[in-house]
């Protein structure tokens, strides 16, 4: 994943995708001690970065690979995200749900024109019903984080950011299947200069934070965080990325991301998912190393249920 | 209030506001059937259009007058505005609020440099002991809604709206106190080319919609409405240009703002406030009137309690 396939990623997805807005507030900025850069993603299609990977991801197959369709599986962002970049595309998404996923969910991807095939709530069965799309319909499998292509498109979100603030020290991701931080890491590294990538992880799912020491991917043994999105493990494909990329990783407690999160909403008044906020909660941990500096911070997505909001 | 007056007002004030964001959905447009244009005062500084006003007005002051302060009584979003404009202009700001005005509130205006003067939650009490300011302390008294600088000052929000977007056929916005709806119509009339401006208001307080069929400056009996922002009443400056520049005010029922405040918040993924909502909500209700059309809407404000959410 070299540069220019960024750049090449980058232009071939622009049409499909929103160049977000970057927030900024002065409250914000005297209250942690250093200038905050919010690029907003929950601004971005169907509110999460999962378009852009989503979208380099179906454009980069085949005229024969397209006919016949992709298929995922996923109750998060990235089923709603690889619906509507395929319907965009004319392109036919099988997304393979757990039965128990909340009806809202369900919708929302058919409401993006996703064909949702329900199966039984367990990684084996998410995985068999896949690999059998894959093989009854012909789709092509593609995965939420693991893929370069996915990986590279994610990328583009902190390739906007340094276009816009090319002066950055740092950007801090929050950090879940690894498709984000891994393509963060690179866009930094290619667009930046000598801006360093900071991972957010909650304490609860730190199975990144403790691949990093081992280096070996880990897995979690709890998963009870606010942050949903985040409760993914590494993969093969990202994690070496992150290994080699990635500065560190900052682990935050569930009132920190509460915390975060509210400043978000109450500062910046804007609508943020808690996996969002891990990567402020992680800002506000990091007071020493940030103080004074220009911090670039990834709003990952806006995607929450109003009815349940954790104030 | 000429167009000059615009012009020079906007050229004054731009070093101490923000040009807002204006955001669009296209999944909002096709669900109400025209293009929508959300002009996001919510970003405002201290989260609030009335920014805007507070800054026009103390800068219209002079140099005896600056020195000597000025008073306002309000316990809304004006308080803070009138307080933050004060201070980065380097003026004094009395506010007298009602003894009985959430902590929280005055909190906001402290925070902001305000010099909070507590009074009996009465009418006559707050107007007394504004006028004893202004005699101890030579203070200039600035009314949040029917002052003549004030009402140009909240005209820029939409003078920047119809720059942004030169075609708009509707700019909606709320009516409370009269100062946004009167600026925005005056606006309307020298910056667009034959833009209408539509009051929302709710029912439970909808002065101003009885006060143009009546002609003359009706009050409120009720005042049961979530929109805590439009209680207030129109003055004797902004009605006359309320009569004679607003197109209609269409009424909205309190379940037609709660739609309208989580169809922003779940969309366009912005934190704004109820009486924000007033306005989408009238927008969504006049559906023949808005057809196909260009419309603009202001969103006021976005100063909310996360802890007492109607969802």
């Given at each position: 994943?070299?540069?220019?396939?960024?750049?090449?990623?980058?232009?071939?997805?622009?049409?499909?995708?929103h160049?977000?807005?970057?927030?900024?507030?002065?409250?914000?900025?005297?209250?942690?001690?250093?200038?905050?850069?919010?690029?907003?993603?929950?601004?971005?299609?169907?509110?999460?970065?999962?378009?852009?990977g989503?979208?380099?991801?179906?454009?980069?197959?085949?005229?024969?690979?397209?006919?016949?369709?992709v298929?995922?599986?996923?109750?998060?962002?990235?089923?709603?995200?690889?619906?509507?970049?395929?319907?965009?595309?004319?392109?036919?998404?099988?997304?393979?749900?757990?039965?128990?996923?909340p009806?809202?969910?369900?919708?929302?991807?058919?409401?993006?024109?996703?064909?949702?095939?329900?199966?039984?709530?367990t990684?084996?069965?998410?995985?068999?019903?896949?690999?059998s799309?894959?093989?009854?319909?012909?789709?092509?499998?593609?995965?939420?984080?693991?893929?370069?292509?996915?990986?590279?498109g994610?990328?583009?979100?902190c390739?906007?950011?340094?276009?816009?603030?090319?002066?950055?020290?740092?950007?801090?991701?929050?950090v879940?299947?690894?498709?984000?931080?891994?393509?963060?890491?690179?866009?930094?590294?290619?667009?930046?200069?000598?801006?360093?990538?900071?991972?957010?992880?909650?304490?609860?799912?730190?199975?990144?934070?403790r691949?990093?020491?081992?280096?070996?991917i880990?897995?979690?043994?709890?998963?009870?965080?606010?942050?949903?999105?985040?409760?993914?493990?590494?993969?093969?494909?990202?994690?070496?990325?992150?290994q080699?990329?990635?500065?560190?990783?900052?682990?935050?407690?569930?009132?920190?991301i509460?915390?975060?999160?509210?400043?978000?909403?109450?500062?910046?008044?804007?609508?943020?998912?808690?996996?969002?906020?891990?990567?402020?909660?992680?800002?506000?941990?990091?007071?020493?190393?940030?103080?004074?500096?220009?911090?670039?911070?990834?709003?990952?997505?806006?995607?929450?249920?109003?009815?349940?909001?954790p104030?």
């Amino acid at each position: 994943m070299d540069k220019s396939e960024f750049i090449e990623c980058h232009k071939r997805i622009k049409p499909f995708i929103h160049n977000t807005p970057v927030l900024t507030s002065h409250l914000i900025d005297e209250m942690v001690g250093a200038s905050i850069f919010f690029k907003c993603e929950n601004f971005q299609k169907m509110g999460a970065f999962k378009m852009r990977g989503a979208t380099n991801a179906i454009m980069l197959l085949s005229h024969e690979q397209r006919q016949k369709g992709v298929v995922t599986h996923s109750s998060g962002n990235f089923a709603q995200a690889l619906s509507l970049a395929a319907k965009s595309l004319g392109v036919k998404a099988f997304i393979v749900m757990p039965s128990n996923a909340p009806q809202v969910k369900k919708d929302a991807v058919k409401g993006y024109g996703g064909i949702v095939i329900e199966c039984e709530p367990t990684l084996k069965a998410r995985q068999s019903e896949s690999k059998s799309l894959q093989e009854k319909e012909g789709a092509t499998f593609i995965h939420p984080s693991n893929d370069d292509n996915v990986i590279v498109g994610q990328g583009t979100a902190c390739k906007e950011l340094l276009e816009k603030h090319p002066g950055l020290d740092y950007v801090f991701a929050p950090v879940g299947g690894g498709g984000l931080i891994a393509g963060t890491a690179l866009a930094a590294k290619y667009f930046g200069y000598n801006c360093k990538v900071v991972g957010g992880e909650p304490y609860e799912v730190d199975d990144a934070y403790r691949s990093m020491l081992s280096g070996i991917i880990e897995t979690n043994k709890t998963t009870n965080t606010i942050a949903d999105g985040l409760k993914t493990q590494l993969g093969d494909r990202n994690f070496p990325i992150i290994q080699k990329h990635v500065h560190s990783i900052t682990r935050v407690a569930e009132d920190e991301i509460l915390y975060a999160m509210r400043m978000i909403w109450e500062r910046l008044k804007i609508v943020c998912e808690p996996s969002s906020a891990v990567a402020f909660a992680a800002v506000i941990k990091e007071k020493n190393l940030i103080a004074g500096k220009k911090i670039g911070i990834i709003i990952s997505g806006g995607n929450v249920d109003l009815g349940i909001l954790p104030f």
